[in-house]
Structures are given as structure tokens and as C-alpha cells.
């Protein structure tokens, strides 16, 4: 027998899970389309939001300026309509200058036309690629990819967590046909290195002992290729880098995640304190890695894994969750319970109602990433039981 999820469209009990997914995916395309339609009719909608970041990095590469030059990043931000008083500089480490170095040669608001069209690409690709993975069921479930609020304000935001959200399904897709290929994608990951703390170390000990040695020669390649990119149109944008992360700016910056929240309330002035849940969540991963090691399945364990990774991380802005898409999508394919797709659907849309009154800025997303733990959590428990499982037709 069939479970209600695999059922086909035409033959679906409408019920209230159906209902809330369709409604939450129904208002996140409303507002995507919106947004889409407003970029190249806006004057400084362009200009103020975070591409504007990546626009100025490309333009000074352009014109032999350093990406990382905070003043010379503000007067070109300002004469560009940015709004806000804070300066926006790309936080991404130098290998992703060249992402950003043909912006340099387009005008602002056709580079954000451009920008926000790749970053849709990015999500539409990853939720179909995840849904792929669990045998692309014929039900409503990777609408609630599409909808999750992380992924949309990075895009309204243009920041480049969807690039690695795309690179994580890349990996996800190939690791067993294609290592090589799996392990260049993972450069895309590497845009944003914070997120995937413990992940990479149990990429690593797992590469180790499966021998699955073209993953780490892949990735290592698109470093290798990307750094001498950077240091062909920035031969100093390492030293400038390092500079640019250790200043006063951006080491006393508060970014609502436990990890700086837990720093800032013991002992602000001690920066190391941020990376201890990340070190933690090592040593944590790796023994949930050991006892799990024989039968691996990084789409399955590694979901929880990329949770704590996102829970551990030593800074991760509430848009970089988006990268927790192909495990709460996971989750929601092998739970049985109904209830558990509209608590996801719900929090969601608390999300979305939370964005329209509070800044990404401020501490009151502190509750998010442990939510979407919490909630996998939940919906792996039900699939687990004996008794959420309906009786399975295998003729």
C-alpha cells in the first residue's frame, strides 16, 4: 500500500499539510516574483542590498583597487544609492574574487538583473537535484525548498549562500558516479567554509577511509584554479584579506548566531571563544561518523551532520541557513507524520512574518538553526518508529 505522500496529485487527500505547503509556496513565489519584477525598475534597490558588495569587489578588481579597502568600499557604495550607514565588503575568501571580477565590467543594475537570475538558478537546481535523490516522489514536499525563508532573503539579499547551497546538492548528486566532478563542486561550498566546519572534517576522514581519493583531487583542483585566478587579477588579495577579517570592524561585529552569542556573553574580547562549538561539534561529528562509517550515506547522515555544522558555526547570518534545504527536505520525505510537514510549514511562514518586522541584524534569529535541528530531529524519530510506518506494497 502506497503511503499518502506517494500517492499521485489527482489522487491526494486534500488535507491540511497539503494545504499549508501550498500556501507557504504560494506566498514565497508571490514575493520572489515581486521582488524579480522590482530589481530593474527600482533606482536603489540594487544598491541596497548586499550584491552591491560584490558589484563594488568587482569593480575595483577592474580597476587595480584592493576588494578590501573599507574606505575606498564606502564612497563607492554611497555614490552607487546605498542607503545605510554601514559599509558592505565581501567576506568570502580570495578564491571567489573571480566570481566577482566580471561584475566589474557591467553597470549596477544590469550586474543585479544578472546576479539574482543565477542565484534563482542555483535554488531551482538544488531543490530539483535533492528531490532527484529521494527518487523524485510525486507530491508537494520540495515546494517547502522553494519557500524556505533563508534561501529567499538570500536571494532578495544577493548573497552568494545559494551558491553553496548548490554546490552541496552537486556533491550530494555525484559522490558515488562522478568523485571528481563531486569534489570540484565542493568549491562552491568553499565560498562560504564557515558552514561546513564539521561536515568537512567527516568528508574528510571519510575520503581517508573509503579511498575515495578524486573527491579531495577535485577540490583541490578548483582551489588551486580559482586561488590562481585571484592572484592573477589581485596578486596581493590574501594579505589584504587577512587584514580586512582581523580588524576591529569586523572582529567586534555581533552576528546572531549562538556561536558569536556565546562569545559576546562570556567574554566578547576573546574571539577564540567563537570557534569552540564549531571544535566541539568536530569532535561530536566525528564520532557520530565512526559508529556509522560502514554503511555512509552522506544525502542521509550527512543531514544531521550539515544541521550541526550550521549550529556550530563560528559566524552564520540567518540568509546561510539556506544551506540546510536538502536535509529538512530529507527529513520531510521519510517522516509519516502529516502534523510534522505543517510544524516545518508553519515555521516557516513564522520566518517570513519575523523578516517583515525584524532585521536580519538582530538577535531574535538566535532560535532558527536549533529549530530546523529540533525539527529534523522530530520528523527522523517518526520515521524511525515501528509504528509511523505504514505497511509498504512491494509488488
Known amino acids: 500500500m502506497a503511503s499518502k505522500l506517494d500517492l499521485p496529485p489527482a489522487q491526494e487527500r486534500r488535507d491540511f499539510a497539503e494545504f499549508s505547503i501550498a500556501a507557504v509556496a504560494g506566498l514565497a513565489l508571490a514575493l520572489t516574483i515581486l521582488f524579480i519584477c522590482a530589481v530593474p525598475l527600482a533606482g536603489n ?36 544609492g546605498l542607503t545605510v550607514k554601514a559599509v558592505l565588503i ?59 525563508t533563508p534561501a529567499l532573503i538570500c536571494l532578495i539579499m544577493g548573497q552568494t549562500s545559494l551558491f553553496a547551497l548548490l554546490g ?23 565560498l562560504k567554509p564557515q558552514l561546513f566546519v564539521p561536515f568537512s572534517v567527516v568528508l574528510l576522514a571519510w575520503v581517508l577511509i573509503t579511498r575515495r581519493y578524486k573527491i579531495v583531487a577535485g577540490a583541490a583542483v578548483a582551489i588551486v584554479l580559482s586561488s590562481a585566478a585571484a592572484f592573477l587579477i589581485d596578486a596581493s588579495a590574501w594579505p589584504e584579506y587577512l587584514r580586512m577579517m582581523h580588524s ?15 562569545r559576546f556573553w562570556l567574554r566578547p574580547q576573546a574571539v577564540w571563544l567563537q570557534y569552540l562549538p564549531a571544535t566541539l561539534g568536530c569532535v561530536w561529528a566525528l ?35 539556506g544551506v540546510a534545504i536538502p536535509a529538512l527536505l530529507e527529513g520531510a520525505y521519510v517522516t509519516r507524520s502529516r502534523k510534522l510537514l505543517v510544524v516545518l510549514a508553519l515555521t516557516i511562514l513564522g520566518t517570513d512574518i519575523e523578516l517583515c518586522a525584524v532585521r536580519v541584524t538582530s538577535p531574535l534569529y538566535l532560535w532558527t538553526a536549533p529549530a530546523w535541528l529540533a525539527w529534523y530531529l522530530f520528523a527522523r524519530a517518526s520515521a524511525a518508529s515501528p509504528a509511523a510506518r505504514p505497511p509498504q506494497d512491494n509488488t
Open 45 to 80: 534597490l540594487a544598491a541596497s542590498r548586499d550584491f552591491v558588495s560584490y558589484w563594488v569587489t568587482g569593480q575595483q578588481l577592474v580597476h587595480h583597487g584592493n576588494p578590501y579597502d573599507r574606505n575606498a568600499i564606502a564612497a563607492l557604495e554611497h555614490s552607487a
Open 90 to 148: 565581501m567576506r568570502n575568501p580570495p578564491w571567489a574574487l573571480p566570481l566577482a571580477y566580471p561584475l566589474g565590467f557591467l553597470g549596477l543594475r544590469f550586474a543585479a538583473i544578472l546576479w539574482t537570475l543565477l542565484l534563482l538558478a542555483c535554488l531551482l537546481i538544488s531543490v530539483r537535484m535533492v528531490r532527484g535523490l529521494h527518487g523524485s516522489p510525486p507530491n508537494r514536499i520540495h515546494w517547502l525548498g522553494f519557500a524556505f
Open 168 to 190: 552541496l546538492a552537486l556533491f550530494l548528486h555525484f559522490y558515488r558516479s562522478r568523485p571528481f566532478a563531486a569534489g570540484a563542486a565542493l568549491w562552491l561550498c568553499a
Open 287 to 321: 564520532i557520530y561518523f565512526w559508529r556509522r562509517r560502514r554503511g555512509w550515506d552522506w544525502a542521509q547522515n550527512g543531514s544531521l551532520l550539515m544541521l550541526v555544522s550550521l549550529l556550530t558555526a563560528p559566524y552564520c547570518w540567518f540568509y546561510d541557513q
Open 248 to 262: 576591529p570592524a569586523v572582529e567586534n561585529e555581533f552576528i546572531p548566531c549562538l556561536s558569536d552569542a556565546f
